[in-house]
């Protein structure tokens, strides 16, 4: 028996298609997408103003496709790590993270990453594959928080934007009017810049931007960060100053500080020549150690020196909070040991 289609994760055009396989009117696709995107039912069934024939019908070969996290781990501070289950011995992580004014999730858009960038565990873990558009939104409409969302950030597992078209589906069922109608101003993708999917990105959406770029010295860069090679931080900085970020758009570079390798006041004028020009917000991450890995975060003075600096540049520069330390926060801790669980 073939396996049931996930309507989750559909976007209005795929669900017309799934009507009319359906014998359905027009807009019945409309009426599906309100029962999965406003009203969040866990059913075809609980669609009661479809024809019951109809219903049984599509539910001999769809479902809806929402499927909970399987496990969680929760921090003194009051992020939660969840574990979605992505396809048979797969999982993603995804990370809730609570703060006064908002309620942010991050989620994850591949297994694993091609990417292998020298300090991330989920580059460790090698590529498995893409996440669909279902298991991306599943992350979102299963989280046991999802009414106090205000926002997401696609910083979690995997590069987004090398998984472009099923990033796109969920970008869409975010923003659009059938489905969660989501300002874009919510939702932020981040990327280390893959080329071809960061111009698709800058041209067809609206959604915020975050850049990691972890050094302004190509040679340096290359060392943490492959992608260097292909398409290099400089190539990525050309590309965005063709776009506008000064009115409800923003761009963000992220820079993890690594001690005694890019947290000397050298690095910050390199990077504040790098990005002149562009009207953007620099972000400071303190580095969650990994194994078998000698990079060390730096110290909390010389980020502090760092960040002054930046601002005093006139680019608003800030050391982000770190969270969920004592529950494996650093992206690709929790799937990895889950895998190697696993496979024990
Ligand atoms: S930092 Fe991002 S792009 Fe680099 S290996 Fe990790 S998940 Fe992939």
Redesign the pocket.
Known sequence: MSEKRRLLGMTLEELKEVAAEAGLPGYAAKQIADWLYKKKVASISAMTNIASSKRALLEEHFEVGAVPPSEYMKSEDGTIKYLFPAGPGNFVESVFIPTEDRATLCVSSQVG?K???LF?M??KQGFTKNLTANEILNQIQSLPETEQLTNVVFMG???PLDNVNELFKVLEILTASYGYGWSPKRITVST?GVAKGLKRFLDESECHLAV?LHSPYPDERLSL?PIEKAFPARCIIETIKQYDFTHQRRVSFEYIVFKDLNDNLQHAKALICLLNGIPCRVNLIRFHAIPDVSLQSSDIKKMEAFRDALNEAGIVCTIRASRGEDIFAA?GMLSTAKKQQIGS
């Open positions: 990453c990417m292998n960038c991330c989920t580059g597992m995997g590069e280390i990691s960060m992206c």
